[in-house]
């Protein structure tokens, strides 16, 4: 009976939250990639022309940590070198993108 109770009351706030979250939220945020400057692809008003994630580079020393530390960190640190672009590059030609400050070295990122 008390497990009934408890598994009731479990499912009334699941269902509370849930409708909070679908009032009050914006289920956007759930899918939408975020550059390195923490700029919404897609979503925020800067780039809201650049719907699109690339990683023009990433970090291998991050990247092969994952390995033996998968966590958020890890992960993030591996892939911080994301930028917000127009349409998904092809294998020649530049890249139409919206900056973030890591590409600020110009020998590096002449075109995005």
């Known amino acids: 009976m008390i497990c009934c109770l408890v598994f009731l009351a479990f499912l009334v706030g699941w269902i509370g939250c849930a409708g909070y979250g679908i009032l009050y939220g914006d289920a956007m945020l759930l899918v939408t990639p975020w550059d390195a400057d923490g700029n919404g692809c897609g979503y925020s008003k800067a780039t809201k022309e650049y719907p699109y994630m690339y990683f023009p580079t990433i970090s291998m020393s ?51």
């Open 62 to 112: 991050s990247a092969q940590k994952l390995s033996t530390d998968p966590s958020i960190g890890a992960a993030t640190a591996a892939l911080k070198f994301g930028t917000c672009v127009k349409k998904c590059p092809l294998a020649t030609g530049t890249v139409e993108c919206y900056p973030p400050t890591f590409m600020n070295d110009k020998t590096k990122y002449k075109d995005c």
